[in-house]
């Protein structure tokens, strides 16, 4: 059924703004609401790509093909109004930013949200109760709140921020970038564990990740290979434990033969 | 004709009624500075040194009126009152165009130790205070014709003494107020002598009402004695018709320290110069600037900064944004003189260019004639983090709320650095009104002016 799609990529192919080279040569996916989808593959498979590209990264121009959430066509909005319409992205690297204080970027991102749907801006009181709500799922400590945005926080506090980011916007889907790289294995759990705590049976995750270890956590329903710029196998969980177990080299191997043989 | 011309005839045909609305050390420095006029017989123009990118010649330019004969022009001093900085923390006293006005608290409140009046009036009343620094701590050699027309005009302006030992409790507010219903060049001297470990602060807010263009000239000789601390905070908030040009002299001696920030908020042509000697030993010099330009605004800003005694330090830093069509320029010398031994100095510009139509121009140098120096200096000019618009608007803040945000976190060391309680958070609150186009207190002015 078409209303049980929240995520439908059909075809995409996208390139470097800055010197056109492709990176996805066509990408389709498909997510539905409740499900947890796993992106592996190796170095340089566009994986990153994909995910900054749904956003509206403007490093990357898309010149084919189409993706929609829950039916709107993402690829017209603004990547503010791709956010509001409910596409979070968790960045492999959150960016600095001295001088805006965590408090003042949420209450901007909150009320630009509300404003999108003619809401009224939070109060001071009602938004500060909910950023020590959101807080309390990934142990974000207070402290961290009160800083610049990103500054001089540690691997481990700069992902649970996005995902405390990620608790505050309850985002529809959220797509999770190397959440795991820079993580020991307390973090992890802390970061796996606030997002297992967002789960909803109407939002989504795509989880992007070279290791097995993070979905041991964030249990995948769909386990995706990207390889060369396409999505080239899917499958269940246990595609993640062959990879795990074999690498990537057979796939890849696989993958290349076809060409060959095709042409 | 240049533009000096008009000036030096303006003053010789009026030069008995000029002196007679002045008085003592104002009126005895204008001979020397009509010889230097006439002498050198121009302005500086663009592209000499030191004015690469701003021309004085075009900023006098326009016929002016001065006010020789001292009549009152009609001003809303209410509007002093309208200044965007808190009144209730400060003690207030107004400068309407070129004249000295006292507010009624300041008269009752300025405690002892502590004076504060028109220079004018200081001249003729304490005559020897007042010649003893005037004109000496602003020197020809580097304030050249801009100066010596401002001393051979300047009738009147603000005086502010600290006797020895005093500090004092509350920052001085002083608000420059430009209003004319004529063109009008404001022609203020203001002089401050801190004597021997005292501590003040002052705050000036200049502001205009001009529905047609003014240029305030203006000259600030500072006088930090041995430990006192002097702190200045200069603020522009004008409107796009205002030309000013600014000069501020001061003199250290030891263990003084002296900060200065020089804001300019919103504005139409300015050109600012400081010039700072630390002439004692272990002097400090915290000297920072800030500039928010748009439209066809233009910042100019000059500083040298020389340290001739031993264990001085400075610390320069000025920051632009420059959005629009909007240009500055940024040239600083730092001289640490032969003999002068273990000084630290440093200074810093970073800009940032909001369009592409927008201009900066940077140089800054350093010349040391001393070993045993830590010095450096350095410049940057860029745009906006991309990255971190990206991650906003990927967060749902819109790209114009983005790019407002970023501007105002780079001001904000600036900000934070100034050194007046309470400035720092209303600063922050007109920085923020600022970007975001909302009106300012000149708004009147400005949309009259095409702001």
Not at chain 1, 42 to 71: I, Y
Not at chain 1, 88 to 97: D, M, N, R, T
Request: net charge negative; proline share 3%.
């Amino acid at each position: 059924m078409k209303e049980d799609i929240l995520l439908e990529i059909k075809g995409l192919k996208a390139e470097l703004a800055d010197g056109g080279k492709e990176i996805l040569h066509g990408v389709d996916l498909t997510v539905r609401p409740g499900e947890v989808h796993a992106i592996m593959g190796p170095n340089g498979s566009g994986k990153s790509t994909l995910s900054a590209t749904l956003a509206g990264d403007p490093r990357f121009n898309v010149t084919a093909g189409t993706a929609t959430l829950h039916g709107v066509n993402l690829l017209d909005l603004a990547p503010e109004d791709r956010s509001h319409e409910g596409l979070f992205l968790s960045f492999q690297y959150p960016v600095e930013i001295p001088g805006v204080s965590m408090v003042n970027f949420m209450r901007a991102a909150l009320n630009a949200k509300r404003k999108y749907f003619g809401e009224e801006p939070l109060s001071a009181s009602e938004f500060l109760k909910l950023m020590r709500r959101k807080r309390e799922i990934v142990e974000l400590d207070n402290k961290l709140a009160s800083r610049s945005v990103n500054e001089g926080f540690s691997g481990g506090e700069k992902k649970r921020n996005e995902i405390f980011q990620m608790a505050v916007l309850e985002p529809r889907l959220a797509i999770l970038d190397e959440t795991d790289s820079g993580l020991d294995i307390d973090a992890l759990r802390v970061v796996a564990g606030g997002v297992n705590k967002l789960r909803t049976p109407d939002n989504a995750a795509i989880v992007i990740t070279h290791y097995q270890r993070l979905l041991d956590y964030i249990k995948p329903d769909v386990v995706h290979v990207l390889y060369k710029g396409r999505i080239v196998r899917s499958g269940g969980p246990e595609l993640a434990l062959e990879l795990e177990e074999k690498g990537y080299d057979w796939i890849k191997e696989e993958v290349d033969n076809q060409k060959d043989s095709a042409i | 004709m240049n533009a000096l011309d008009q000036y030096i005839d303006l003053y010789e045909a009026n030069a008995a009624t000029v002196s007679a609305h002045s008085a003592g050390a104002l009126n005895a420095a204008r001979a020397d500075a009509l010889e230097l006029l006439k002498r050198v017989g121009r302005l500086p123009h663009k592209g000499e040194e030191g004015y690469e990118k701003t021309s004085v010649d075009d900023m006098f330019a326009p016929d002016y009126g001065v006010n020789i004969g001292r009549v009152d022009i009609p001003v809303d001093l209410a509007a002093v009152f309208h200044c965007g900085v808190p009144t209730a923390s400060t003690w207030l006293g107004a400068v309407a165009n070129d004249k000295f006005v006292p507010t009624e608290s300041l008269l009752r409140n300025i405690p002892e130790g502590v004076t504060v009046m028109s220079l004018a009036a200081a001249a003729a009343e304490m005559p020897d205070v007042v010649e003893k620094y005037y004109g000496r701590i602003a020197s020809e050699e580097r304030g050249g014709t801009p100066l010596a027309l401002n001393t051979l005009l300047a009738q009147d302006g603000v005086f502010i003494h600290v006797c020895r030992g005093v500090k004092a409790a509350k920052p001085m507010q002083i608000v420059n107020l430009l209003s004319s219903p004529v063109p009008l060049m404001a022609v203020r001297r203001v002089l401050v002598v801190a004597e021997e470990d005292s501590d003040i602060s002052i705050l000036f807010c200049d502001h205009s009402r001009c529905e047609i263009k003014c240029l305030a000239s203006q000259v600030i000789e500072i006088y930090a004695g041995k430990g006192a601390h002097v702190n200045v905070c200069d603020m522009e908030e004008s409107s796009s018709g205002t030309s000013r040009f600014s000069q501020l002299f001061a003199e250290q001696h030891d263990g003084s320290e002296l900060k200065i920030n020089g804001l300019t908020l919103l504005n139409g042509i300015t050109r600012n110069e400081y010039y700072i000697v630390q002439k004692g030993s272990r002097a400090v010099t915290t000297l920072d600037g800030m500039a928010i330009g748009n439209g066809e605004q233009h910042i100019d800003n000059f500083s040298e900064l020389s340290h001739s005694g031993d264990h001085g330090r400075s610390n320069q830093l000025f920051k632009y944004v420059l959005d629009g069509s909007s240009s500055g320029a940024f040239a600083g010398t730092i001289t640490v003189e032969s003999g002068a031994r273990f000084n630290e100095a440093y200074q810093s510009n970073r800009n940032i260019l909001a369009s592409r139509e927008a201009r900066m121009h940077t140089k800054p140098q350093l010349l040391i004639f001393n070993d045993d120096v830590k010095c450096s200096h350095g410049a940057t000019t860029g745009q906006l983090d991309q990255n971190a618009l990206f991650y906003m608007r990927q967060r749902g803040i819109p790209l114009a709320e983005a790019r407002m945000m970023l501007m105002q976190a780079f001001m904000m060391d600036i900000i934070d650095n100034v050194g007046i309680d309470g400035l720092s958070e209303r600063l922050r609150h007109l920085v923020e009104r600022r970007f975001r186009g909302e009106e300012m207190m000149c708004a009147d002015c400005n949309a009259k002016h095409g702001v």
